[in-house]
């Protein structure tokens, strides 16, 4: 079945040590997107890629980074992460940004847990 | 005032009963809007696209009001199963990504 995969479902790291989450798409969609979800907040969107334009959102730390080498994958690079980086990361793709009624398509996200 | 605003509940309610969400959103030039559901630990699930004109899918009714900026999502004859996060999300203008409300917790007892 055509789906968003999300690659560890859950990741341990030391405070500071570099971390990259990993999502991968069958859905040949344009848009990847990296949310990171706290616990009962909103989604929050890091970023996204438009094909291979990339698009950071304006308060998006610097210690995240985002690599797309095609279609099919997209990368999340935490590089030095801190306590309060801990989260549920969920990648996401749509067809299109928005507009119509595009639905966007989410991994099962993988929880970070930073010691 | 916030870009989607949603009560975050929690909404306990018995079997059976009916229970509606409110969101509101700030932009009057939004274009799209969506009804999410999010299980606990979970990712967010499309429940239904929210249509000017209103849509209705089994149990679930959404309704848009653009005069008053709001969207409403109403569940008929409440299951246990339907116990969950409703996020409410919307296109705050063209060609951006969506935004995402905190969202709605909905727990139906037995």
């Known amino acids: 079945d055509a789906m968003v995969i999300q690659n560890p479902r859950y990741q341990v790291t030391q405070f500071g040590k570099p971390v990259t989450l990993s999502c991968s798409q069958t859905?040949?969609?344009?848009?990847m997107y990296w949310y990171q979800q706290k616990s009962s907040q909103a989604p929050k969107l890091l970023f996204h890629?438009?094909?291979?334009?990339?698009?950071n959102e304006a308060d998006t730390p610097d210690n995240f980074q985002s690599r797309r080498p095609n279609t099919s994958f997209c990368f999340l690079d935490i590089r030095s992460p801190g306590l309060g980086d801990a989260a549920m990361y969920l990648c996401?793709?749509?067809?299109?940004?928005?507009?119509?009624?595009?639905?966007?398509?989410f991994g099962p996200g993988t929880r970070l847990t930073v010691l | 005032r916030k870009e989607v605003e949603q009560d975050p509940g929690p909404f306990n309610v018995p079997e059976g009963a009916t229970v509606a969400f409110n969101c509101t959103y700030s932009?009057?030039?939004?274009?799209?809007f969506f009804w999410y559901r999010q299980d606990c630990r979970k990712e967010p699930k499309l429940l239904m696209s929210?249509?000017?004109s209103g849509n209705e899918d089994g149990r679930f009714t959404a309704q848009l009001n653009r005069a008053s900026q709001y969207i409403s999502l109403l569940i008929r004859d409440s299951k246990l199963s339907d116990s969950a996060t409703y996020l409410c999300?919307?296109?705050?203008?063209?060609?951006?990504?969506?935004?995402f409300g905190k969202g709605t917790r909905l727990s139906v007892i037995a």
């Open positions: 996401a793709t749509s067809t299109e940004l928005a507009g119509g009624h595009n639905e966007q398509f």
């Open positions: 859905l040949n969609h344009n848009v």
């Open positions: 890629y438009y094909d291979k334009d990339f698009n």
């Open positions: 932009n009057s030039a939004s274009q799209s």
């Open positions: 929210v249509y000017s």
């Open positions: 999300v919307v296109n705050m203008r063209g060609n951006t990504p969506l935004v």
